[in-house]
């Protein structure tokens, strides 16, 4: 089991930097590949970007890509999202979630675990 709790949302300014962090819970931590994902009103969850267990891989939606940067500390047990350079179509809530492999998945339900999600709101 594991539990998964992100923080780090708010509101921001188009062009602004906000860095989410996603805290997990249990000792297996580093059994899972992490990804991101969100959803905006009216609209389906999508993946934004995964990184292996190891951390020794990234993946990013096209959306994202030279924008947002995922990244992972196994020691403390949270995966991160850093995300510069936002838009208002970023806005969303995220979420962290958890596939227990050694490789990621763009695919929501390939996911075993998720978390809460917190809201990501852009301003132009």
């Known amino acids: 089991q594991v539990q998964l709790q992100e923080s780090g949302g708010g509101l921001v300014e188009a062009g602004d930097s906000l860095r989410l962090s996603c805290a997990a819970s249990?000792?297996?931590?580093?059994?899972?590949?992490m990804g991101w994902f969100r959803q905006a009103p009216g609209k389906e969850r999508e993946f934004v970007a995964a990184?292996?267990?190891?951390?020794?891989?990234?993946y990013y939606a096209d959306s994202v890509k030279g924008r947002f940067t995922i990244s992972r500390d196994n020691a403390k047990n949270t995966v991160y999202l850093q995300m510069n350079s936002l838009k208002p179509e970023d806005t969303a809530v995220y979420y962290c979630?958890?596939?227990?492999?050694?490789?990621?998945?763009?695919?929501?339900?390939?996911?075993?675990?998720w978390g809460q999600g917190t809201q990501v709101t852009v301003s132009s």
């Open positions: 249990g000792r297996t931590f580093s059994s899972y590949a």
């Open positions: 990184i292996t267990r190891s951390g020794g891989r990234t």
């Open positions: 979630a958890a596939y227990f492999s050694s490789n990621f998945n763009v695919r929501a339900e390939r996911y075993d675990y």
